[in-house]
């Protein structure tokens, strides 16, 4: 790399005063998208005849359909700028989620499943290049930092919501879905036109996928380390009930203490993301997080109470909190602009390629050995990472300091699009 993406960054554009609270609004999608049907999954598999595998597909097919179609959102980004690609994608999102208000076959549901995961994924590239565009410096991470904070409170929010309504009919929560459709009105409205980054590109669209991983290998760290992260955290969320249930914990509200106290975590050290940033560098900030994930693994495994099994979710959420938001920032400032949306879009499918291969991977390993052991090898990734990192002697740098001058500031708001 002869040229530091620094070099390629096109001038900040102005910003109208409600686009950050929009893109964060947006950024909860992601997370909505298969929480907001955990409340009435089992009424859904009854009604539908069902096997519980074939329920949970129900779920976890949007996470494959965002794997597998988050390379093309990228290339739709880096063509056509990230407007109207995110525009199109949040009322793609809202149509095809909100179809399962009238569905009522499982092929059909399973169909439009695939669907809304083309649209989810354009939701979580486009969300990221916007903020990662529109705001530098010190704004960019506390955009950042508040987008863990509204993700992690969307985790909490949304189902509740989602089960409020469920108990009239497991339809309803599908319409929440539907407030993709103003998101996107609103988006196509209120983001800049910008053209592409590099417009004297055939397209815009820059070196496709394979040239720039050739180009910018650190990139398959980070996108390792975000599997494993995804990983970890649904093994987290699927098996921490059966490790409850043998320390009596068993009661449905207490066990969501324990998932509402991770995403607690994750909101609180969203708001302090900032703050830490400017304290300690991305490479202490990814070392605390793989510590973090270590010792909370390591208490599923080893702690014989219920209090004690409270703080490995903590300890997780905050690690998790602080991870994307740095992991997010390396893989969008450490490339070239006009390649930030492939770059990006690799992010989720490394992501959401993790979540759906979580029970797949962790659940035989569990079933094979006991839930003990599972949580013990467990923790032996982010440990084993943290090793890899320091023998390997990973660049892990600040992207905006690489040209040894100060992250350029956000543009002003003027109120004008």
């Not at 916007?130 to 508040?146: C, I, K, S, T, V």
Request: net charge positive; proline share 7%.
């Amino acid at each position: 790399m002869t040229t530091s993406a620094q070099e390629e960054e096109p001038a900040p554009v102005p910003v109208r005063p409600g686009t950050l609270p929009l893109l964060l609004f947006a950024s909860t999608l992601t997370v909505m998208a298969g929480s907001i049907l955990a409340p009435v999954i089992q009424v859904i598999r009854g009604d539908l005849g069902v096997s519980g595998t074939a329920a949970g597909l129900i779920i976890t097919t949007h996470s494959l359909s965002i794997a597998v179609t988050s390379p093309l959102a990228g290339w739709m980004l880096d063509r056509w700028g990230v407007r109207l690609p995110l525009a199109g994608g949040l009322v793609l999102y809202g149509l095809a989620g909100g179809a399962g208000l009238i569905v009522d076959s499982y092929p059909a549901l399973i169909a439009t499943r695939a669907v809304f995961g083309a649209g989810a994924a354009l939701v979580f590239s486009g969300t990221t290049v916007a903020l990662l565009n529109l705001y530098r410096g010190p704004a960019q991470d506390r955009a950042m930092g508040w987008r863990g904070t509204a993700t992690s409170a969307g985790g909490v929010l949304w189902p509740l919501l989602a089960g409020a309504v469920g108990g009239i009919s497991w339809h309803l929560p599908f319409g929440v879905y539907l407030v993709g459709v103003p998101l996107g009105v609103a988006t196509a409205l209120m983001l800049p036109r910008t053209r592409p980054a590099s417009p004297g590109r055939a397209g815009g669209s820059g070196p496709g996928a394979w040239a720039m991983l050739r180009e910018h290998r650190l990139l398959l760290v980070w996108y390792a380390l975000q599997f494993c992260g995804s990983l970890l955290l649904y093994a987290l969320v699927v098996f921490l009930p059966e490790r409850l249930a043998e320390v009596g914990v068993e009661d449905p509200l207490l066990v969501s203490f324990y998932t509402v106290g991770m995403s607690g975590a994750m909101s609180l050290i969203g708001l302090a993301y900032a703050s830490l940033r400017t304290r300690l560098a991305y490479s202490k900030l990814i070392r605390g997080s793989l510590m973090l994930w270590t010792a909370a693994f390591l208490l599923l495994a080893v702690a014989s109470n219920a209090p004690l099994l409270f703080l490995a979710p903590l300890l997780f959420g905050l690690g998790q909190g602080v991870f994307f938001p740095v992991t997010t920032v390396l893989i969008g400032e450490g490339v070239p602009a006009e390649v930030r949306g492939k770059a990006t879009s690799l992010s989720g499918t490394a992501t959401f390629a993790g979540q759906f291969a979580s029970p797949l991977l962790i659940g035989p390993l569990i079933q094979a050995t006991s839930n003990i052991t599972g949580f013990l090898l467990a923790a032996a990734v982010p440990a084993v990472a943290m090793v890899l990192l320091a023998v390997t002697r990973a660049d892990v740098t600040d992207p905006h300091s690489d040209s040894g001058t100060p992250a350029p500031q956000p543009a002003p708001s003027t109120g004008k699009g």
